[in-house]
């Protein structure tokens, strides 16, 4: 064999048999034994001149120790995936039971309601028949705000009037039927997505247009003084050139909504505020998760676990992603996207110490990497999956653990790990119990 210098280099036995062990080993996958073989042999390269040479046997050990460790987690990967199937065929059996989906029969509210020897009707054909069911009048709808008189603040110079509608005879009086109010459904957590009545809203007027309608989703709790869009988005802008872009941007949202529904005036202006109009059934995904973890902190509070943990779950399927994350850099957005950060994170901590405390380890990785991809530095989120690999006996992944915790704190915040962080990660690198 020849090695890097250009000589000669052998093995550092005279028979084969160290070539053979190491042949074996590497065929067979052992490479933990393989890696302390190939060290023994390091050891004798200080002995023998002509052996290969020191630096080559440290690279192929660290090689070993690298297959072992993708080994490992290949293995453990395997391991979640079967865990992971084995959750949901028993919470697909809880969801059957739940919704007696094996049902013998369709139920329809029609039929005569099951007696009691029977059994009363599933859940889902108690759902099948409420689907089904035409009421044979419908509500009146609500009544919606007028629009004011059209004013400078309204519509834009360049826009020509609307024609003014035409005379009613008072001797044969007209009766319309007003339509329901609209429903909007606005998604901003995450990529930003609104649906009218089911239908996609995305044909904007311009991107200020947008924008104000977000802030009026946001702050939809009173109305908005029209002053505080225009310093808010033309910033700097002369009173009279923020006003006219003002009323362009708000006269091509209404637009975009009106197109849906062209009866049905979407934006109010009313005591120089604008504001959504109060007729609109509006839902978003925001105001969905900040209700949610209300309800599981008082549920906690009191003591109720269980449910508080349900309500956790709601509300951590609902967060997509951070507030209106596509305006990065908007400051008005900033307190409101770090508040539910804030609540996101705590929910994300209460599941995996739930998860930890009932031996759902493979859940428990999952929550804590859920957090760290909100804050990298949240060290109890590190020291929690040291924890959970070491209970799985991956003392391996626990310590990169460490390594990747310390190389993000020094890297965003400047700083050491916090001496309980230190402290378990000598624990587990001396193997004591954890």
Known sequence: MVATDGSTSKWPTEDQAFVRAATELLKAGEYERLAELLNSAR?????????????????????????GQSQAEAQWHQQAREEAAQREDQLRGQLDALLHLDGDEEWSPAEPVPSAREGPPSLWHRIQGMLRRQPETQPAAAATAAEMPPTPEEVPAPTPPEPEPAAVSPVEPVVQEEAASPSLVVYCLGQFRVYQDDKPVDDWPSSKGKAIF?????????????????????????????????NVAIYGLRQALRRGRPSFSHILFQDDCYLLNPGLQIWTDAEEFAKHCKSAHELEQGGEHAAAVREYHVAEALY?????EEDRYEEWVLPKRTRYQDEYLKLLDCLSRCYFDNGDYAACVTMCRKMLTVDPCREEAHRRLMRCFCRQGQAYLALRQYHLCLERLRRELEVTPAPSTVELYERIRDRQRI
């Open 43 to 67: 050891a004798a390269c200080d002995q023998d001149r002509d052996a290969i040479p020191a630096q080559t046997l440290d690279l192929a050990r660290r090689i070993c120790l690298a297959c």
């Open 214 to 246: 977000k802030y009026l989703v946001s702050h939809r709790e009173r109305p908005v003084v029209k002053e505080v869009l225009m310093e808010l988005f033309w910033p700097g802008a002369h009173p009279e050139a923020a006003r006219n872009n003002l």
């Open 320 to 324: 997509d992603g951070d507030l209106l």
